[in-house]
């Protein structure tokens, strides 16, 4: 369906409240929050004013509006480095009307097509195996990325299609990178963590419509 999308928010653990209360005030009933670890290299991590803390990942469904990008933007200040990234991901289809009505209270805006400029590549790797991806991923140009804990189902039917045993544990990794650099940061990951070695890495990535708090990113770059 057009409209929807999967707003994603990565900022620190302290600010996760802050962050899910404002998203209920903007009348999105559903927020999910992760807890996750940042990635990226000191050096990074001094160019975009962050520290090194443990960080949230919090998930809600929203209509597509540039209004409410701008707005989080603005109130949540993720214009200053540190604050935090707000990124948003097409989503195609939700099932059941009830559904949709509950998730999408708001009206999506009418919105024409534009170019998209990032993607949020997702790798899920073997738990331990965070930093060979995000080696692999630096040295085709990833800046960072953020590394959730989970835990997966279906390793039976995994070995079905692969020909190995797959480890139950898991880390989501999630790097946020220009359209441009999303190819070779895939293909590093894939020869130096892909599912030929112990990391046994899955690998790919999804459109970002609209995103907030990569500025000073941006301006570095």
């Known amino acids: 369906m057009g409209g929807a999308v999967l707003m994603i928010t990565i900022t620190d653990r302290s600010r996760s409240g802050e962050f899910a209360a404002w998203y209920h005030s903007q009348g999105l009933p559903l927020v999910l929050t992760a807890l996750g670890q940042g990635t990226a290299t000191t050096e990074i991590l001094d160019c975009l004013g962050l520290e090194a803390t443990e960080k949230a990942v919090l998930f809600c469904m929203a209509p597509r509006s540039a209004r409410l990008v701008h707005r989080a933007a603005r109130e949540l200040w993720?214009?200053?480095?540190?604050?935090?990234?707000?990124?948003?991901?097409?989503?195609?289809?939700?099932?059941g009307a009830a559904a949709r009505d509950y998730l999408l209270r708001q009206e999506a805006e009418d919105m024409m097509e534009k170019e998209l400029t990032h993607e949020l590549i997702v790798v899920i790797t073997n738990q331990g195996f965070t930093d060979r991806v995000m080696d692999a991923a630096r040295g085709a140009g990833a800046t960072g990325g953020t590394a959730v804990h989970a835990k997966g189902t279906g390793t039976e039917l995994a070995k079905k299609f692969f020909g190995v045993s797959i480890a139950a544990e898991k880390e989501l990794v999630?790097?946020?990178?220009?359209?441009?650099?999303?190819?070779?940061?895939?293909?590093?990951?894939?020869?130096?963590?892909?599912?030929?070695?112990?990391?046994?890495?899955?690998?790919?990535?999804?459109?970002?419509?609209?995103?907030?708090?990569?500025?000073?990113?941006?301006?570095?770059?």
């Open 174 to 221: 999630f790097i946020l990178t220009r359209a441009e650099d999303r190819k070779p940061i895939m293909k590093a990951v894939m020869t130096q963590a892909g599912m030929g070695t112990e990391a046994q890495s899955l690998v790919f990535s999804l459109p970002v419509s609209d995103i907030a708090g990569l500025r000073q990113l941006d301006r570095e770059n």
């Open 78 to 95: 993720l214009d200053i480095p540190g604050r935090g990234v707000l990124m948003t991901v097409p989503v195609s289809s939700i099932g």
